[in-house]
Nanobody, 114 residues
């Protein structure tokens, strides 16, 4: 079964760090663009960061200079290194892979306490 599985979420104090991982069991993962989204309670899912198949990255303004997205195609994995976390970073984080098909993970909860 082709899927994405996230891990690495948790409870962290404001100013702390977390590293999210997403392991893909997708054929041809290296040909997919990949993204991280966040969904805060009661709000829509928003794009946090992306990295395409060429390694080009982009970030939401709210996380620039704090988050780093990366991928390791040899490990079929996507990562999000989050630093200087703020309470407003709280939410469920989803990884996403897109090409001709779109895959979503089940999400991992990140809670930043003030």
């Amino acid at each position: 079964q082709e899927q994405l599985v996230e891990s690495g979420g948790g409870l962290v104090p404001s100013g702390g760090s977390l590293r999210l991982s997403c392991v893909a069991s997708i054929i041809g993962f290296d040909l997919y663009g990949t993204r991280w989204y966040r969904q805060a309670p009661g709000k829509q899912r928003v794009l946090v960061a992306s990295i395409d198949l060429n390694g080009t990255v982009a970030y939401a303004d709210s996380v620039k200079d704090r988050f780093v997205i990366s991928r390791d195609n040899a490990k079929n994995s996507l990562y999000l290194q989050m630093s200087r976390l703020k309470p407003e970073d709280t939410g469920v984080y989803f990884c996403n892979a897109y090409r001709t098909r779109v895959f979503w993970g089940q999400g991992t909860q990140v809670t930043v306490s003030s």
